[in-house]
């Protein structure tokens, strides 16, 4: 089983629409959840953090379930420019000079049409 | 707002021979990574560093590769022998050494290396 497993699209959406990607984990023992976004042949850039709260950065909503071992993220009103691969991320329990690798899955292809 | 950065971008180079990517990570974080990906594949981590010193490793880091912050700004990546799998975008990350909630991992643009 993979360790981070994601649908890899590609999702083809109209501008203005809502869009959701989901994401499991393998490894109950995870401790820390992101989304980051990468454009095509570009560094993964941290979108946004995820706590088990479930938070909002403007256009963006994320949610974790840890029962479940899933992670969403949720994008309204769909711009041009969001067009990328988002790639769901995980990684350890922050301990003093512990593990840190974080663990990204393949990511799903977002394509934002006119 | 302060990056990473890494030299070269791209680099070509014969199978067998040596490369060094070299990387400046933030100037305040304490924790170096090098990553890699394979086109078309997802990120991978390889390595971290702290303190001089590597904290982890994955099992791709084998005996060809090796990390050293030669002074005080610099942070490479050594592979000795490449092969033609060594062909990928490799990305050098840094961190502050926090102990406690989140902890947000800067990459750089990454180096293209192609082995021929």
């Known amino acids: 089983r993979k360790e981070v497993e994601q649908d890899p699209g590609p999702f083809n959406v109209p501008e203005g629409a809502t869009v959701a990607f989901n994401c499991t984990y393998s490894?109950?023992?995870?401790?820390?959840f992101f989304w980051y976004r990468q454009d095509c042949r570009k560094e993964p850039k941290l979108l946004m953090s995820v706590y088990s709260s479930g938070n909002e950065d403007g256009r963006f909503t994320a949610q974790l379930n840890r029962a479940s071992q899933y992670i969403s993220l949720l994008i309204r009103d769909s711009k041009l420019s969001d067009s990328a691969t988002y790639l769901c991320?995980?990684?350890?329990?922050?301990?003093?000079?512990?593990?840190?690798?974080?663990?990204f899955g393949s990511g799903t292809r977002l394509q934002v049409q006119p | 707002e302060p990056e990473v950065t890494q030299t070269p971008s791209h680099q070509v180079t014969q199978m067998g021979q040596e490369v060094i990517l070299r990387c400046v990570p933030i100037s305040n974080h304490l924790y170096f990574y090098w990553y890699r990906q394979i086109l078309g594949q997802k990120v991978e981590f390889l390595v971290s560093?702290?303190?001089?010193?590597?904290?982890?490793k994955s099992e791709i880091f084998d005996d060809q590769f090796s990390v050293e912050r030669p002074d005080g700004s610099n942070f490479t990546l050594k592979i000795r022998s490449t092969k033609l799998e060594d062909s990928a975008m490799y990305f050098c990350?840094?961190?502050?050494?926090?102990?406690?909630?989140?902890?947000?991992?800067?990459f750089g643009p990454g180096t293209r290396l192609l082995v021929l």
């Open positions: 560093f702290y303190n001089n010193e590597i904290s982890e």
């Open positions: 990350a840094s961190s502050e050494a926090r102990t406690s909630g989140g902890e947000t991992q800067y």
């Open positions: 490894n109950s023992a995870s401790q820390s």
């Open positions: 991320v995980v990684g350890p329990l922050l301990m003093d000079t512990g593990r840190r690798a974080l663990t």
